[in-house]
């Protein structure tokens, strides 16, 4: 079975991604046309995947069944558990190519990523001033106000 064997002969055309099933990549593809057929009945929030709503609906509910076996905390995706549980065992499976630094989250590493870069996308929108990073910006913008980001990024 191509889900133990790690077998994913079914590649996207426009971002490389592979998929181990024919249905999953066809799925994917939403994320490139922007087709969201998926709708919340609570917020209107549109999804490409029937999962994503799946897993958004429990922001509403609160539900949490994804559980840390070792100090019990409650997660609403399995993802977010899966990240978590690095955290008391340390792993940092993300690495950088350029100087080896480790992560244990893949946006992390995508972050960290920018100080080799340069790059800055986060701007504000008063002085035009770029950051690397979004918790700098609202740093910044707090300068041009009386204490409130929002308005400015």
Known sequence: ???????????????????AHSYTLQS??????????????????????????????RVHTGEKPFECEI???GFSERSKLAEHVRVHTGEKPF??????????????????????????????????KHYSYSSNLRAHVKTHTSGTADSAI
Do not use: D, W, Y
């Open 1 to 19: 079975m191509r889900v133990h064997s790690g077998e994913r002969p079914f590649t996207c055309n426009v971002c490389n991604k592979q998929f």
């Open 28 to 57: 994917h593809m939403k994320v490139h046309t922007g087709e969201k057929p998926f709708q919340c009945e609570i917020c209107t929030q549109r999804f490409s995947i029937k999962g994503s709503l799946k897993s958004h609906i």
């Open 71 to 73: 100090c019990s905390k």
């Open 95 to 128: 690495e950088c190519e350029i100087c080896s630094k480790g992560f244990s989250e893949r946006s992390k590493l995508a972050e960290h990523v920018r100080v080799h870069t340069g790059e800055k996308p986060f701007t504000c929108k008063i002085c035009t």
